[in-house]
């Protein structure tokens, strides 16, 4: 098997001592590979995705992005979450730069792109996310899908390693969810590197390599989409997946 | 006296100590700028000790009278052989004092910037000084600039207290006019209000339209 990308070794995260929020979590992330995380809410799938560029620190385990440990809070650390892209559930777009300076601010601070070099690849991300016609615009002027496809090229302008989706579509209006989904679809058929914690079953059947179904905590099954959505081995599971059928 | 006989003699005086206050309220309000910006940047750091730098010079600022702080400016640094000129002292004085207040109103506008934000930045990598410098700060300002325009009319207000160090603005000027009986002490005091008004009304005026311009939409 190939080295994996990401990958979490036995982690544990407890909020305040008491609530056991992941429990003994093991999973690599191979190149290319594109893995969905389902699972009821509380169930510690959005903690899950957060471990992996450290918005929230883990008590046990250990976490490597590309055979690396994830350091404590400080430059390392900076550097290492330059190389992991993450797409939030309410998109969260700098609210006082403008889209394209959204997109360009990572790679100048950071990166230290000439803003030329910057702006170049901005527009090029823009346009592939179909915005390009916004870039002079503030976020809160853009529809939610809009905005939402902008974060994903800010992430995409890092060149990161993998990409990180934490319900990525939520939040989004109905008529906006398939606009989010096709540039996800797209990406992964780009050969992206993407953990996509998210409930859209058809972007899991179309895209997805792996399911992994959490619970409370922990990791209760993992298969390919076609099996997980036929039959799942776990009662749990389709328990939770006849409720996401029927409503 | 007549007002022309009082203009010929006090015109002078007048506008020699209405730029005195200007510069005295602008240079300390810059100050106050800077420094409630480093307090509030220490007050939100993720490093202890900072953070208790940071609260005690609020809560010294914050519960000591200003003719006090401009007392121990005088002696304090005078001694200490830091700031020699009245002026300076009294700009010195007012910065740290109404800093202290602007670090409270900057806390209460990174408070106000949404958890998401800060995340979103650390995503792509920012360290800490670059997240505040860049996305919190900026963010934060815009959504205070209303309290910050009272702190700046409030700052300007207190320049009075310099007349007490010996900085001949505004009010130490009035003062001075009134021991000149021929003067009058209403035309001195109406005079001197006027002239308040003058900076003050169109300060509010200017802070309305920086409110309706940077405000950040959400």
């Given amino acids: 098997m190939v080295e994996a990308l990401a990958s979490m070794r036995g982690v544990n995260k407890w909020y305040g001592g008491t609530m056991h929020a992941l429990k003994d979590i093991n999973l690599d992330i191979a190149e290319g590979e594109v893995v969905v995380v389902i699972g009821p809410s509380g169930s510690g799938k959005s903690t899950l995705i957060r471990t992996i560029n450290r918005l929230e620190p883990i008590q046990e385990g250990e976490i490597r992005i590309d055979g690396k440990l994830l350091p404590e809070e400080g430059k390392e650390l900076a550097r290492l979450r330059a190389e992991v892209g993450m797409v939030f559930q309410s998109f969260n777009l700098f609210a006082h730069k403008t889209i394209l300076e959204n997109v360009t601010l990572g790679p100048m601070k950071v990166l230290k792109k000439s803003k030329a070099e910057a702006k170049a690849s901005a527009e090029k991300l823009l346009e592939r996310v179909g915005v390009a016609h916004q870039a002079a615009k503030y976020p809160a002027e853009l529809s939610g899908g809009q905005q939402q496809r902008v974060a994903i090229a800010r992430s995409l302008a890092m060149e990161p390693k993998v990409m990180l989706f934490d319900e990525p579509t939520s939040a989004l209006d109905p008529e906006m969810i398939n606009e989010v989904l096709q540039v996800m679809l797209d990406l992964a058929a780009a050969g992206t590197t993407m953990v996509v914690v998210t409930h859209e079953m058809g972007f899991a059947r179309s895209a997805a390599d792996r399911v992994v179904f959490m619970d409370e905590g922990a990791i209760v099954e993992e298969n390919d989409p076609e099996s997980f959505y036929k039959n799942a081995k776990t009662e749990r599971a389709r328990d939770f997946l006849s409720k996401l059928i029927t409503h | ?218």
């Fill in chain 2, 1 to 218: 006296m007549s007002w022309s006989e009082f203009l010929d003699k006090y015109q002078g005086p007048l506008i020699d100590a209405a730029w005195t206050t200007l510069r005295l309220a602008f240079v300390s309000f810059g100050i106050a700028l800077v420094v409630g910006i480093i307090v509030v940047s220490f007050r939100v750091s993720p490093i202890p000790p900072l953070v208790r730098v940071a609260t005690w010079f609020v809560a010294f600022f914050r519960n000591t009278p200003l003719l006090v702080v401009f007392f121990l400016a005088l002696f304090g640094l005078g001694d200490l052989g830091l700031v020699y000129d009245f002026f300076p002292t009294a700009a010195v004085a007012l910065g740290l004092y109404t800093g202290a207040y602007m670090a409270e109103v900057l806390r209460s506008g990174i408070n106000a910037v949404p958890q998401g934000q800060a995340e979103a930045g650390r995503s792509i990598g920012l360290g800490f000084i670059q997240l505040m410098r860049l996305i919190v700060i900026p963010q934060a300002v815009r959504t205070v600039i209303g309290p910050i325009g009272n702190l700046f009319v409030a700052n300007f207000k207190n320049t009075a207290v310099a007349s007490t160090i010996s900085v001949l603005e505004l009010t130490g000027q009035s003062q001075r006019m009134f021991n000149d009986a021929a003067a009058g002490v209403w035309r001195v005091l109406i005079v001197i209000t006027a002239i308040y008004l003058l900076f003050l009304f169109p300060a509010g005026y200017v802070f309305r339209w920086l409110d309706a311009r940077f405000s950040i939409k959400r």
